[in-house]
Every structure is written in structure tokens, then in C-alpha cells.
């Protein structure tokens, strides 16, 4: 079965999704460990109650992005992922994290590909439609790259405003798109690993 490390900041919903899909057998593969840079990250708290290790990594302590990065990196490999799912990681990892598992890191960006990169990205859709730009944003999962949220595509989601909405109710849907997106797309990366069985 192939081995998955989810790295986290926040309520892990995306996690959460993948959780159920690995345990209803919808995603042929374990979880081996969930990765925080937030103590207070619900999506620790999520793992913990399916017995996941889920892991706290600080950021204080260490001098630079980098030597966070190859400690992270460290962790990560203990688990010997076969793949590196980043659900909502809120830090950008430099090559120092990136080059020790090329191919094999996959980042979940809640915009379609080469729209609102970085932060905020679904609050600056929502401006740009209430602005008569857009009609439509998304979501997508990519191979993370040094760039911020660019890298090549593997699977991106439309998400259509709606005349009455409020950026709670386009974000609402756009989340729920997410979780469909972030399950297929870690499969259909998997696939093109040739997963282990
Ligand atoms: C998601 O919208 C993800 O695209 C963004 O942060 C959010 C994480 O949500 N990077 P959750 O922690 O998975 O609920």
C-alpha cells in the first residue's frame, strides 16, 4: 500500500478527506503521518483520534527557512512517504525540502492554475468577481516547485460564483470542491507513481 505524509497548518478539513478515503478504501493508501508547522492545528487533533502519529514542528528554534526545511525533511523521510501531500501547509518550502523527494510533492491550491497565487487567493477571486473580472475561480493540485503555487498541474476544479453570493457561500463551495479534488488528485498521482500494491 502506498505511504502518505500530509503536511498541515490549519483545521484539516482536505485532511479530513483523505482520512475517510483511505479508510473507506477510495484512496489505495495508509496515511503514515501528518505534519504540522501550527500547534494549534485542528487537523493534528484529526489525525490523532483515526491513530495517525501527528507531529508538532515548530519553526522557533531554528535560525532560517532552510535548516526548518531539512529538520522537516528529516521528519518526513522517517515515515518513508511515497508521496508528500501539502493540505492547506501555510510556508513555502524551499529547495532544502523540496529536492530530497523530487516528483513526489503535491500541494492543494485554492485557485485555478496561474490565477491568485499565495495567500488570501480565495478572498482576491471573490474581490475580482465583485469587481466584473471573473465569472468563475477554483481550485487545483499541482507538483509543488520552489515557485509559490505554480508547478505542473495534475487536477484543478471550477467553482462558478453565483449572482447572490457572499464570499462565505463561494468559499463554502469552493471547499467542498476541494475535498472532492484533493482525494482524486492524490490518486491519479499515485497512479502515475505505479503505487505500490
Ligand atoms: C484550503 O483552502 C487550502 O487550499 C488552503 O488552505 C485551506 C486549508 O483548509 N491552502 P483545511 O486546513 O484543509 O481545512
Known amino acids: 500500500m502506498s505511504r502518505l505524509v500530509v503536511l498541515i497548518s490549519g483545521g484539516g ?19 503514515a503521518a ?13 489525525a490523532a483520534a483515526v491513530g495517525i ?8 528554534g531554528f535560525p532560517d527557512r532552510e535548516s526548518y ?44 492554475p496561474g490565477r491568485f497565487a499565495g495567500t488570501r487567493a480565495i478572498e482576491r477571486a471573490f474581490a475580482a468577481f465583485q469587481a466584473g473580472e471573473i465569472t ?12 509559490v503555487d505554480a508547478g505542473p498541474v495534475i487536477e484543478y476544479r471550477e467553482v462558478g460564483f453565483e449572482p447572490h453570493d457572499t464570499l462565505d457561500t463561494f468559499a463554502a463551495r469552493l471547499h467542498g470542491a476541494e475535498h472532492e479534488l484533493i482525494v482524486s488528485a492524490t490518486r491519479k498521482a499515485l497512479r502515475g507513481m505505479g503505487e505500490r500494491e
Open 13 to 31: 478539513s482536505n485532511l479530513q478527506a483523505l482520512i475517510d478515503a483511505a479508510q473507506s478504501g477510495h484512496l489505495p493508501a495508509d496515511i
Open 34 to 46: 501528518v505534519i504540522s508547522n501550527k500547534k494549534s492545528a485542528y487537523g493534528l487533533e484529526r
Open 53 to 60: 502519529p501527528s507531529i508538532f514542528l515548530s519553526a522557533k
Open 69 to 112: 526545511d531539512v529538520a522537516l525533511a528529516r521528519m518526513v523521510r522517517e515515515h518513508r512517504p511515497d508521496l508528500i501531500v501539502l493540505a492547506g501547509f501555510m510556508r513555502i518550502l524551499s529547495p532544502a525540502f523540496l529536492d530530497q523527494f523530487p516528483g513526489r510533492v503535491i500541494n492543494l491550491h485554492p485557485a485555478l
Open 136 to 147: 468563475a475561480s477554483g481550485c487545483m493540485v499541482h507538483y509543488a516547485i520552489p515557485e
